[in-house]
């Protein structure tokens, strides 16, 4: 049995776009840039309250999901997914 509504597991603050100022806005921007995507996805705004440590993950992040490897950039978002859809992260 699922839940197909479940709710979210965490009491992190998520800094929306339209929220994000200064440096959060700023590191928002920094992976979009990176990503070539618009929206940020909420695993990156959930370090949205510590912009230093956000650049340090969407670094490390960069280099793992966005680099060529043995792996396609499409393998590795797919998987990650799927990972994260079996922890059931809203994500």
């Known amino acids: 049995m699922t839940d197909e509504n479940p709710k979210p597991a965490t009491k992190i603050r998520v800094i929306e776009d339209h929220e994000a100022s ?3 806005a700023a590191a928002y921007d ?17 370090f949205g ?6 650049r340090q ?7 793992l999901h966005f680099s060529e490897g043995y792996l396609s950039r ?7 997914t799927y990972v994260s859809s079996l922890n059931r992260c809203p994500y």
């Open 22 to 24: 200064g440096e959060t």
């Open 57 to 63: 993950v969407v670094g490390c992040s960069s280099t």
């Open 49 to 54: 309250a510590r912009p230093d440590f956000l």
């Open 74 to 80: 499409h393998h590795k978002e797919m998987l990650a």
């Open 30 to 46: 920094f992976w979009r840039a990176g990503s070539e995507r618009h929206r940020v996805p909420g695993i990156i705004k959930c």
